[in-house]
């Protein structure tokens, strides 16, 4: 008896500590026909901003509210880093930032996807350096962010 009651106690304190992840995301060659998103009518277009004057980086968010996606392009701008890493961070409402490893392309370019489940729950994305391997929470510089709501 103790050890079904034991393995049952397991399974609840599992599944407490298990949470649903509250959105998907792809990065570069792992998004597929990326056109039929950007070309939607139900899409809205909006460019990214840099925190630095001297920052040549330049790309753009697509939001269908619809889908609940989000499809990031950063056509340049951003520089190979040998000591850090560029780490990307959607921020909910509550400004909490959950943050992704940034994978740029020698050219400076990155896609990423996000595939929420409620879009409204957020407000913006922002790019930052930060260690090699990135941290839990933005310690800058930053590099870019993007409003959305």
């Not at 009518?41 to 269908?64: C, K, M, R, Y």
């Not at 890493?85 to 896609?111: R, S």
């Not at 350096?129 to 310690?139: D, F």
Request: aromatic share 10%.
């Amino acid at each position: 008896m103790w050890l079904f009651c034991s393995g049952g106690l397991n399974d609840i304190v599992y599944q407490s500590n298990t949470v649903q992840p509250e959105y998907e995301i792809y990065q570069n060659n792992e998004i597929n026909e990326e056109s039929l998103f950007t070309n939607s009518p139900h899409v809205e277009v909006q460019q990214l901003v840099s925190f630095s004057n001297t920052s040549n980086i330049d790309g753009a968010l697509w939001v269908n509210k619809e889908t609940q996606e989000m499809l990031l392009k950063v056509k340049g701008g951003l520089e190979g880093l040998e000591q850090n890493d560029y780490q990307l961070w959607i921020v909910d409402q509550d400004n909490h930032a959950e943050g992704e490893l940034l994978m740029v392309d020698t050219n400076g370019e990155a896609k990423v996807l996000y595939r929420l489940n409620d879009l409204s729950e957020y407000k913006h994305i922002k790019a930052s350096v930060e260690p090699l391997g990135g941290s839990k929470t933005p310690t800058g510089p930053e590099t870019f962010f993007v409003d959305f709501d």
